[in-house]
Structures are given as C-alpha cells and as structure tokens.
C-alpha cells in the first residue's frame, strides 16, 4: 500500500465517523428513540423526555460527549458496578500505553526509519509505499538500529509498569467493593454438584442430612435444582398467548370471530377467537400444572447451600467434604441471576459430548474462516485479480479505485466476518456446560481473543510468504527468522485495519436503531423483550477481544512500523468516549464479574510483548545485527517472570476472599439488624426463576405453591 | 546378540545370585554381623542374639525367606507403616502385570514371532539372533499381526484394571490409616511461611496476635523458626569433642600428655591433653552460648502454628488468609522428624539461584551421562572395538569374551553408573529448597525416573539411529515411525539389561557389610552415627526408579520382545522376597510419607503404555499393516483419560483429607482422656533439633533453657 491509499482510507473513515457521529448526535435526541439510545435512563425513570418539537432536535450537538465525560471512577463504581469500571480502564491502560509508544514512535523511530535508504523507493511521497516509514527501510547493520533496541527495552518496561499498576488497582477496588458491599446471597452460598444419588432418600434430605451433621454450628439452608427445561419452553409458550389474550381482549367482539376451516375444505361456523385461545390456555395451564408436579420430583443432584458466615461458606468451598472427591464437589456459587439454569439439566455424558463437540466447532470454523483471509489477501494483491477477471482490467487501473480496493475494502471485509464470530462463540460456550452466564462470557472472550490472533494475525501475517504455515510453530528454532520476515510485509495492511475500524464503535451505536443488529449479539445470554434496549448482560467478549488484539497489533509493530501508534491511540480515544456514553444510557448490569477479566487483559498484553520480543530477535538477526539479538533474549525471560510474579501477586482475589476479609466482614454482620432479615431471603435467592414464573403465569392456581418451597 | 550370549549373561547372573544368596545366608547368621543385617531388630531389642558357636552358622539356610513371607499386609502396615506397605504394593503390582503378560507374552506371541521367516537367520538355534524371537521376524503384512494387535488392546486393558485397583486399595488404606492414627503434631499444624518483617514487633508476636485475632476459638500455639545453621556446625563439633573427652578420661593419664611444639621449632613443655581439650570444650561452650542467645533473636519469616481441631488447621491450610497471597503462605507442616531444618535459613534469592542452579545441574548431568552411553553402545558393536583397539583383536575372537562383552558388560557399566546418580539427585533435590525430606525424596525420585527413561532408554534406542537425535521430538509426525525404527533393535540390549539386574538387588544387602557402600546413598538424607546400620529414612528414590524403568522396558517390549518379560517377572519377584526381608530387618521408618509414590507409579506407567500405542501405530505402519495403526489411535486417547479419571478419583486424598474424616476424627478426640497431654507436647514438637542438642550438650548451663520456650 502506498501513502495515497492510506490517506484515501483515512479519509473515507474520517468522513464516515463525522456522518455517523451526526447521525447519532441527532438520532438519539428524538424522543421515539429514547427508549433506544437511553433505555437504562428509561428503566430507572431518570430521562427528561419532552415531545415539544425544536428546531434543535434537528441540529447534531456534543453536550452527550460531556455528560459521558463527567462521572468520576467513583461515580461510575455506584451506578454501574465493578466490571464497567474495569472495562473503562481497560481503555485507561491503552490511552496510556500508547501515549508513550507514540511519543517514541513518531518522535523517535519514525524520522529514523524514514531516513534509512535500503528500499530503494525513489517515488515522491504521496506514492511512496508505508514500508518507508517501516524499520525495512533501515539500513542493514545501520547503528540506528540500537535506537529500536533500546526502544524495545523501554517500551517494555513502560507496559510492565502500567501492567502492575493496573493489576494493583483493581485488586484494590475488588476488596474496597466486597468490604462496602451489602451482604450478597453469593458470599454465602455453595453450590454443591454431583451429589450421588441412591433409592432410599431424596437429595434435599441427603443435603440437609450432611450439613447439619458436619456443620450445623453454620449450615442455614439449601436449594435443590431441578430439571426445568420443559417448564421453560411450556412457559414460554403460555407468556406469548396471555399477550396475545390481553391484546384480544382489548379488541371488539366482531374482529375476534374468525370462520373456521371445516373437513373436506368447507367451511366451518364462526369461532370467537378469544374462547378459543382461552381453552388453549387453560389446557397449557394443565400442562403446565402435570410438568410443575413432574418437576417437583426431578431432582438434579445439584443444590445451592446456605451458611450463616461468608467464611464459612468459603471453607466449604476450598475443603474437600467427602473421601470421593468427585461426589460432594463444592464452588463459590454465582449470583442468583448469573445462574445458567438450563445447564443443570444435562448429565454428565451430554456435557462431556457438548465438550467434544465445541472443540471440534472451534477447529471447523477456523479452518473456514481462512476462505475470508485468502480473499482479503488476493484483493491487497491487485495483479492476482487481473488475472483471476480479466474484465476488470479497466476499472481497476482507474487510482482511486484501486486504492479503496487495496486500502479499504480487505480490512473492511475481515472486520465484518469478525462480527460476525461473538455470537457464534457465545453459543459455542453456552453449549460447553458452564453454570453461569459471566463464565459462558469469560470463555467466549478467550475463544475470541485466540480466534482473532490466529485468524487475523496469524494467517495474515503467514499467508503472505506461505499460505498458513502451520509447521513453522513445531520449529521452535525458527519462529524468530520466519515472523521477522514475515510481520513487517504486513503493517500497511494492519495499519488500514486499524483505520477502518475507526467508525465501527460509534457505528454500532447508531444502528441499536435496527434491533436485530444488536440483539443478535445479545439474545443469548438472556431471552426478554424485544422492545426492551437496554443490553442485559456485560457483552464484553465481542469488544475486549477486538481492544486486546489491537493492542497486540500496537506491541508488535510498535518498533517496526511506528505508523499504525496515532490511529490506534484515535481509536481508543474514541472508544473510550462512546463507551463511557453504550455504558452510562444502555447497560443494564444484570451479574457482577468481579473484574475477572483483566488477568485475561494481563496475559494477552504479555503474550504481546513476547511476541514483539520474538520478532525483534529475528529482525535484528536479519538486519545484521545479531549481538542486538542475543542482547534481546533476557528481556522475553524477564517479562515472562514478572507475569508470573504479577499472577502469583494478584490473581488469587479474582477467584475468592481472603480469610482476613471474610472473617472482618462476617464480624461486622453482627452489628447489623437487617442481616436476619437477609438469612430469612436467602432461603428463596437461589430458586429457579422458571418455577417462579410459571406461579405467576398460572396464578389463580393455588395448588402449585407448595412446589416453590425449599424441600 | 545372539541366543548364546544371553544364555551366558543368563548362566554368570545366576551364578552370582546363588553366589550372593549364599553369602548373605552365612553373613547374616555371623553375631558380629547383626548389627548390619538386623540393626531394626537390634534397636528394638528382638534379635536372639547367641553368641555360641555352631556348624549351622557356617551353612547357607533359607529360613530368612520364610520369615520375611509370613508376615500379612496389616502386620506391615503395623510393623513399618503405609510407605513400606505401598511398595511393597508396587512389586504385587508389577508381579501381576507382568504375570498376565508372560503368559500372553511367551504362549502366544513368541511363537508367532520365532515362526516368521522376515529375518532370513539360517544359524542353528544357539547362534540365532534375539531378532527372530521378536516383531521384526514376523513377515510384513502378515495376518498374524493382528494378533500383536489384539494383545496390545488387552494388555492395556490389564494394566489399567490394576492400575484403578491399586489407586483404590491405596486410597483406602490411607483414609483407614488416618482414622487409626493417634493425634499426630502435624495433623493439627500448619506451617506460616513469608511473615512479613516489621520493626515494630517480633514474628513471633505477630503470628500470636494474627491467629488470636481471627481464630481464637481453634488457634493453640506456635513455634517460630530460628537461623540455626551457625548452631548446628558447633553442634557437630561439640559431638565430635565430647566422644574425644570420654575416650580420654578412660585412658591412663601417662597416655594422655603430649609434647607441645615451641616456638622456632623448640620442643615445649608436655602438656596433659585432658586439660587441652576440656578448655577447647569450654570455649566451644562459650561459643554456643553466645550463638544460642543470638539465635534468639535471628527469626526466620516462619512459623508453625498448631490448632485445637484437625479440621481447622485444614482449613487455614486452604484459605488464603491475607489480601497479600504472596504473604502469610499456608501450606501442611510436614511430621516434626520429617522438617529439613537448614532449609529455613535460606532467602528467597538464595532459594532462587538455587533452583536455577539445579536445573543447569541436571541439563549438564544428562549431557554428561551420554559418554558411558556411547561407550556402552561401542562394546555392543565389537567391530567397531576392533577398530579403534587392533591389538584387542585376537582376544576378541574367542566366543566365550565375545559374548561377555557384547551380551553382559555394557549392560552392567551402565548399571553402575546409574548406581552413582540417587546420591546425585537427592543432593540436587535438597539444594533445591523443600522444607521436609518427604519432598526431597520424592523429587529425587521423579529426576532419577526421568534421568533414567531419557539417558537408558531413550538415548540408547536413538543413538541406535542417529546419535542422541532431540530433534525428532520436535516433529510430532514422525515420532511413531523413528521410535518403531530404532526401538525393537534394542530389545536384545535391554534383555541383557534387565538380566544383569538380578543380583543387584541381594547384592547390595550383601554390601551392607561395607559402610561405605550404603552409606553413600543414605547419609544426605540424615546424618547420624556412623555405627547405627538402620536405614534412617525412606530411601526409595533409588529404588522406584528402577522398577518403573524395568515397567516401561516391559510395557514397551511386550509385543516387540516378549522374550523380556520372564526375566523381568523373576527379578520382581526377587526383589520382592529381599525387600520384605531391607523392610523386615534394616528399616528404621523416620517419617511417613501416605504412600505419595503412587501417583508417580500411575503416570509413569500410563507414559510406558502410551509409548506403546505410538511404538505399536509405528510398528503396524511399518509391517504394512495401517488399518492397525489407524484402529491404535483411540488406545493412548482412551488411556490417557482413564489416566485422568483415576486422579481426578483418586488423588486429592494423597494430598489432604477431606473434611468428613477431619471432623469424624476431632469429634471422636473429645472423648479421648489422653487428648490435653498431646495439645500440651505441641508446645514443643516442632523445635529445631540443634536448639535441643545444644542444651544437651552443655548440660551443665542452665541458663540457655528459656531459649527453648516457645516466645
């Protein structure tokens, strides 16, 4: 790619970020669309709507960009929760990162590589190729090069630290959080999985038998699961006719009759259809009636168990109850509404099959997500579609053509097949056999992350001097030469990536007007109304793995082809303030992670820098240098060791509560007059919602409350 | 080699364990010698010592045998604890193994292999080469590898079947073990480890106010570990003094003066050396003294903190008690005997370089170890000997040396080098930083199985191709088809191999005699008194090794070799006999260990059955047969996940009991009148022992005593 095309590519996106930006400005001021583009204000009453007509309404304004720019961390803390915090730091971590790596990039490396003489391109500079602003420009065995050394070492001393200071921080908040908390059905609760089953008694007894016995100094109480899918789907059904019901009757007596399809064709009498509805809604009531006393045998050897103490609970969660450590396995138990209750459902044999089968979903797609990699590549390589259609000869001599094809259009297809992939893989880990909705997203993200890397990094950065050359990585030995021969060819490509991507945050903003664009992506963690916006879950697995991988494209070319730093460094900025608006109007926080993502976020930026470590110790071994090479090989060690000091550091309080911590908190209960009051709750906290709907669905049925006890 | 050179390994081995049997059947009758064949006996008081002379003690008897036979599993486990139980379980395990595979081994495949007509081998029967009695003589794609194919399906599955009943009757016997224990020190302490250090106060008053703060309900007491090191040498060298001392005062007074050199050369007065060495014992006093009082106060950031409840000490072992992870570290406290005291006075740096020391260490042993290897390899291929050495050649040509040299030397240098790494590997192990002898042993264990899997095994069936070729690991394509290439080559090697090790084992209870001989390998585990011939501890990072490499040369050779597994099966079985008897009479168990060995046991024969499968899919492809190969490739899938099923099973009891024995067995203490005296000796049971000695030994002082409270 040549200079031109970048700029034609910078402006396109440039043009397109203003139109959606004014799109959006204007859109979200109608008040039709408020439920839209504020649904969260909508849902706590806190929107000032006003259905007078101004000329205003009409006109794009920025105030939206200050109102997102005014909550404090603190703020944002109360109203949205941990994990929106953590998420805005992510972006906090990336400003700063790259910040720096700009100042050294553009300052620093850039003039040099830009000075260097070994390609020799003699074009003026708008056709002068990006590989002139790359370190392939410098020449072989020139001492400039120890400038990139040094680069190397510093930038990955500044990551580190930013790293640690990160990590520090949220650990930080995640006690300050679990310290100011109020006390929270999940510090108390353990969910206790493959209870073993026998004739003589029922898994409530066998439950209740065992932990009054061994505990009964802290056990409280517990809830059995058991088996709901068919209620779930039964009512489903009953919640789609009592809206249709309620709209009926809403109707006049005349435009309910419909005229019936008798035998033979002919034609029946008339039927009012509110009768007919109303018997097929008493017949599913009976249904549903048989199901829920089914149910109320259907134990799944699975129970949520109670305690008195968060410590307690947690020593049961870390001790090991019966000699058979698979029977009696015992986890911190998620929120009541993280849980994942069609899950328990399956037995052991279909999750282990499911198991089975996502991994070898995982392999299929992404061998065929290669097809959309071969065509990106073959359109960055004009000659190759000359000859693949001939007829096509004459538009694409034409300039401007040529550039939108070469500097647009491959990473604008690659970024729409990615969009495709959450969804997928979402489902794909829902299918895996998680307990809840935060652990499907967490998997998914990884899922994502690795898809990304392999799949846009990797077979871009491989296809290009060998179509997916796989074998490379069993040749330890030669990773190094291979990537560094291989990456640099690619930046321009990377570099057009990371601009096309520009409008595509503030773009999906603006098309939560088309609500099959956004429910697509969120329909599967929770099923609810299709006209309620607010996005119910925290979907952070489709934009962390596009942030992480964007950071690891900026680790990488960092040194080699400092270029890409401003764009990125846009693109957080820009992201940074529109989240902090489809956060502060549209999320819904439904579960708390815990800021379990970041050490996701820690590992994926170590992985980077090792990885800009690996290609630099070929680079400078290709370029003459090898003493700049072996100088090199400490710092992926070194980095790999505060990693694990980090981890060792930190990541024990993502998984669960020191003792000190409990015991403090449990301490501070005694005090508290509510805290009876919350035991007396935590007995229905963790009752499957499809048996408490279905009460609701069927409430002039009294009979079925007894089922809702806790056996 | 051919037929006959295994039939003269075969005729010297018996030789010489008949030669050895004999020797130690007179030797151990000898009075002088009781102290050497039954020091555990003679410590106990149960030897019939009889000091008269008959004709009988002169005769060989194989009484011994019997004795060492009578006793049942649960006499043993009495007698010598869970550890001599388990393995002597890992010889019943191997007999019955090995048993099974004898008999398939010898009845059915040995005839199909011997009838082949692959290896065109015309010499009569005693010339024949050991090919024709293995795979390689059955013609390609002959039918009658599907009988090979049929016996490597059953022979896994045999292996597995014992492997889950051993895991399990080990598992129980551990859980019976623990609830016919009395209370032991360290089933109620935990041991504190990476107190941070403040000005403010003293560890010892932090651990004190940190465990009272937040259990005082189940907090007893605790024990601070001191910086003994300095202590301990003065320790040995008071030992050493005071057995000088008492030599002397029972020597005449005449004997004990010397004439002392003057200055210039001059001769000095005569000097009573009573009075000499009494002074140096008083300086050496004063020396404690002052390094006692120092000691006191040179804390070491670790404590072992004692609980009221078994249970509660397990669950301060499994929480994380600080927000800090990397501070206040809990982990199990090894037995009081079991602790590696000089350990403790490491820093992390020192136990950092340490462990980067080691691992260097072992890379370098490996790569020396290749030097007898080679040479061993030489004297297996005489006319290569023949070149490098031309004199040799006439004594080369006469059979009986021919066969000597090819059929029993090189097996038998190899052994004795492998003879002089435990001591290696354990000296390693302790540089390493473990806190108990347990630990050392048992990562003694694991290098010397790796050590000997990779430089035996590996390094011989590779150098048979190409010389030490690493390489072929890193191309996992084709690690079936070299192994199947190099590995039946071997099997004549590794049958003279095995053969050799026949004797080894009653030879080294000969060699008792010799202190020097054993003593070698045991004296890093425990110095002691030279005279004491009991073996301190639990020695069998020696001896495990063996039997699993002897396992994987069985596993791996069973259909290539069958013509090994008689061997094999008659060297477990003597090893069986001698080591009830090492066990019966020599053994002296220090520290128990819960049969931890086994779960080394289990995966390293899941590894010797996987390499099998990839042995065999290589084999089948070779002999034409690749429908065989591809209906293998389930086999090491399959293995490895039943693999994971029994540890998932299995082994969490080996490393902590659960939470129903802990409480079942605290509850059963509060009946037991005995239970306050045991809380009170914790006050003192995990005491360095160099504080203790040091009081003994300067007895007269009294004034160091309260140096020993626990502060």
Known sequence: ?????????????????????????????????????????????????TSQFNIERLLPSAGWVKRAWDPTEEDLLTLLGLDAVVFMRIFIFSLKVF????????????????????LTDDSDLVNKSLDSFSISNVNDGSNWLWVHFCAVYIFTGVVCYFLYYEYRHISEMIINCFYSSKPLPEQFTVLVRNIPTSNGSSIGEKVESFFTEFYPSTYLTHAVVHKTRKLQNLNKEAEKLSKKLAKLRSNSAALRKYRRKGPFGLIGPKVDLLD???NKMEKLEEHMRLELSRVAGAEVPAAFVSFKSRYGA??????????????????????????????????????????????????????????????????????????????????LEIAFVSQVITGYLPSLILQWFLMLMPPVMITLSAVQGYIAFSQIQISA????????????FFANVLSGSALYRVDVFLEPKNIPKVLAEAVPGQASFFISYVVTSGWTSLSSEVFRLIP???????????????????????????????????????????FLAPLILPFLLIYYFMGYIVYRNQLLNVYAIKYEMNGKF????????????????????????????????????????LTLLFSLYCHKRFL????????????????????????????????????????????????????????????
Request: hydrophobic share 45%.
């Open 276 to 278: 007919h509805y109303q």
């Open 445 to 456: 993200c990884i899922k994502m992350l690795w898809f990304t890397i392999w799949n846009i």
């Open 314 to 395: 947690a020593t049961i969660t870390h001790n090991q109850q019966r000699t058979n450590p698979t029977e009696w396995v015992t986890e911190q138990a998620p929120e009541p509404r993280d849980v994942h209750w069609p899950f328990f459902s399956d037995s052991f044999l279909q999750r282990w099959f499911s198991t089975i089968f996502v991994v070898a979903a995982c392999v299929a797609i992404t061998i065929l997500f290669l097809i959309p990699v071969v065509i990106v590549q073959s359109l960055a390589n004009l000659s190759q579609l000359e000859t693949w259609f001939p007829f096509l000869k004459g538009i």
């Open 652 to 711: 024990a309080l993502f998984r669960a509560y020191p003792a000190e911590c409990l015991i403090k908190k449990d301490r501070a209960d005694v005090n508290d007059p509510s805290i009876n009051e919350f035991f007396d709750s935590l007995t229905t906290a963790y009752q499957d919602p499809s048996l408490t709907r279905s009460l609701y669905s069927s409430a002039t049925d009294t009979d079925t409350s007894p089922l809702l006890a806790t056996d």
């Open 516 to 558: 099959l664009f956004w429910s697509f992506t969120t329909k599967y963690l929770c099923r609810k109304d299709p006209n309620d916006f607010t996005v119910p879950a925290n979907p952070y697995h489709c934009e962390i793995p596009r942030l992480l991988f964007f950071g690891l494209l900026g680790i990488t070319y960092f």
């Open 99 to 118: 910040a720096v790596a700009t100042v050294m990039g553009i300052i620093i490396l850039l003039p040099i590589n830009f000075l260097g003489t070994q």
């Open 1 to 49: 790619m040549i200079l031109s095309s970048l700029l034609t590519s910078v402006g396109i996106n440039l043009a397109l970020c203003f139109l959606f930006f004014t799109l959006y400005s204007i859109l979200r001021k109608q008040p039709g669309n408020i439920t839209v583009y504020a649904p969260r204000l909508v849902a706590q009453n806190k929107s000032e709507q």
């Open 598 to 637: 970041w050490p996701i976020v820690h590992t994926s930026m170590i992985f980077s820098l090792v990885l800009m470590h690996i290609i630099a110790i070929g680079i400078f071994g290709l370029k003459g240098l090898p003493i700049a090479s072996g100088l090199l090989i400490p710092l992926p060690v």
